[in-house]
């Protein structure tokens, strides 16, 4: 079946670029996100890529997608206090389910 | 304000106590779904619906029930709590077709906490 695969943390300093990547094996994905959780909330949409492109920028986000390796990244330049929270990654096939599969989502921690 | 919203917030369970969770949409969002998000585990998805009046089962729907009744409200029930259900439980929405680029939208979370 479906697979998303994420590191669970990442430590960054204020002010650094962070990237977060995720991997995916099903070869059919169609859409692939990125969603945000703050402490106590629910996942917010970031940002979306198609599986026709390679690459979305976004004021400080950018989203790199090699479809090749199944490879998905989020680089966030000039990482702020308030970017701290976990990223989860999720891609969506084209077979007509509407259900995308997540990762488990990567810790950001950003430190002074 | 539109989105989704689920009550309660927070609520403590004794073991064998029931309760039903709320889930309401004000997007006229066709799917609706139920996660659980636990530890290290991410979200592991309860059970869903792709319109009024059906559900289906997700990948760990065991010990819950779900009804869709009406198209802007999905209800999670537990009939008989147990300590493995203490979770954190979101409620999500989300068009079809070719809008369902716009991904999902989820409410706040409810923390249930069996004892």
């Known amino acids: 079946g479906e697979d998303v695969e994420q590191s669970l943390f990442l430590s960054v300093r204020e002010g650094d670029s962070s990237v977060i990547n995720c991997t995916y094996t099903?070869?059919?994905?169609?859409?692939l996100y990125w969603y945000k959780q703050e402490p106590g909330a629910g996942l917010q949409l970031l940002t979306y890529?198609?599986?026709?492109?390679d690459m979305k920028q976004d004021q400080r986000l950018t989203v790199l997608l090699n479809k090749k390796d199944k490879h998905l990244s989020l680089r966030i330049a000039d990482t702020q206090t308030g970017d701290s929270a976990i990223y989860f990654c999720?891609?969506?096939?084209?077979?007509?389910?509407?259900?995308?599969?997540f990762g488990r989502g990567t810790s950001l921690i950003v430190h002074p | 304000n539109a989105g989704v919203t689920q009550t309660p917030k927070f609520r403590v369970l004794k073991t064998g106590q029931s309760m039903t969770l709320l889930c309401a949409q004000d997007?006229?969002?066709?799917?609706m779904y139920w996660y659980r998000q636990d530890p290290g585990m991410g979200l592991r998805l309860i059970h869903y619906?792709?319109?009024?009046?059906?559900?289906a089962k997700g990948e760990v729907p065991d010990g819950y029930n779900v009804s869709r009744l009406k198209k802007q409200n999905f209800l999670l029930g537990l009939e008989s709590a147990a300590p493995s259900q203490t979770s954190v439980y979101f409620c999500?929405?989300?068009?079809?077709?070719?809008?369902?680029?716009?991904?999902?939208?989820f409410g706040s979370g409810t923390r249930l906490t069996v004892v």
């Open positions: 999500a929405s989300s068009y079809t077709g070719t809008a369902f680029v716009y991904g999902y939208t």
């Open positions: 099903d070869s059919s994905s169609t859409y």
């Open positions: 890529i198609f599986s026709n492109m």
């Open positions: 999720a891609e969506n096939s084209s077979g007509g389910s509407y259900i995308p599969t």
């Open positions: 997007m006229n969002h066709e799917y």
């Open positions: 619906s792709v319109g009024e009046g059906t559900t």
